[in-house]
């Protein structure tokens, strides 16, 4: 696994040195080498609980891999857990969890039924934001993650998640990325903001609230056409 870690932090570092030169679009030949969905989660999981490819091994309780269904259409990419998560190894567990529950059942998804990591599966001291190396040491797990699941539809909370996922530099505000279909690899990615945000940010439902009811609608198109 510690092989295969290194070749997927090689290519991340790969496409950020790509994107810093104004190359358009992901090296898809590269990355279609890559043994995509090989790998059931428990085993990815197993090597992210023994991680220690940053230095953020050195002051978590518990690795927060992620957690719902491992055939969820849904996933959702947060940033990084909290203090709660870190505590209980569960992903969206504290006060920004359970909104996360309440905007979910308002679009009438149960929890279960979707899928919810992080970029980063280590908790960052107080909170503090994720820095560049932790999240590509970090992103090959999730990259996995995504590979095995295979989501219909990725829905990242707040803007380093969306950044991750979609490779976009640090200036790049949530705001901008909002009301937008995205292409993850040729899945449809849409962002709004973090729960956390919100929570210290009310003025902001509004506008996720027009934003999960596009989820909605784009999860109910994109299932029709799966269907049909
Ligand atoms: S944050 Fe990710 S890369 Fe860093 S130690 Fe934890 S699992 Fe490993």
């Known amino acids: ?4 870690h290194g070749v997927m932090a090689e290519v991340i570092s790969l496409l950020r040195f790509q994107a810093q030169l104004g190359v358009d679009g992901y090296p898809k030949e590269i ?31 518990k690795v ?23 505590k209980q190894g569960v992903p969206f567990v504290g006060r920004a969890g359970v909104l996360l ?4 059942k308002s679009i009438q998804f ?15 001291p107080e909170n503090r934001d994720p820095i560049p190396a932790e999240v590509e040491a970090c992103e090959p797990f999730l990259i996995e993650q995504i590979a095995t699941i295979k989501p219909k539809i990725i829905c990242a ?16 505000s949530i705001g901008s990325l909002r009301g937008i279909i995205h292409n993850y690899q040729g899945v449809p ?12 940010s009310p003025d902001k439902k509004r506008d996720t609230w027009e934003d999960v009811k596009f989820l909605r609608r784009l999860y109910e198109r994109t299932m029709e056409q799966e269907n049909s």
């Open 110 to 124: 149960e929890r279960e039924e979707v899928y919810i990591a992080n970029v980063l599966k280590c908790r960052p």
């Open 157 to 172: 909370l707040g803007a380093h998640a969306a950044r991750t996922l979609l490779k976009l530099g640090p200036s790049t």
């Open 1 to 4: 696994m510690k092989e295969l």
């Open 31 to 61: 990355l279609s080498a890559l043994p995509k969905g090989a790998r059931p989660l428990e085993e990815i999981e197993k090597d992210a609980l023994r991680c220690e490819q940053c230095r953020l091994c050195e002051t978590r309780n």
């Open 64 to 86: 927060v891999f992620g957690a719902g269904d491992p055939n969820a259409n849904l996933m959702l990419v947060g940033e990084a857990p909290g203090a709660e998560e870190d």
């Open 101 to 104: 529950t309440k905007i979910l």
């Open 189 to 200: 990615l849409i962002a709004t903001y973090h729960p956390a945000y919100l929570l210290r």
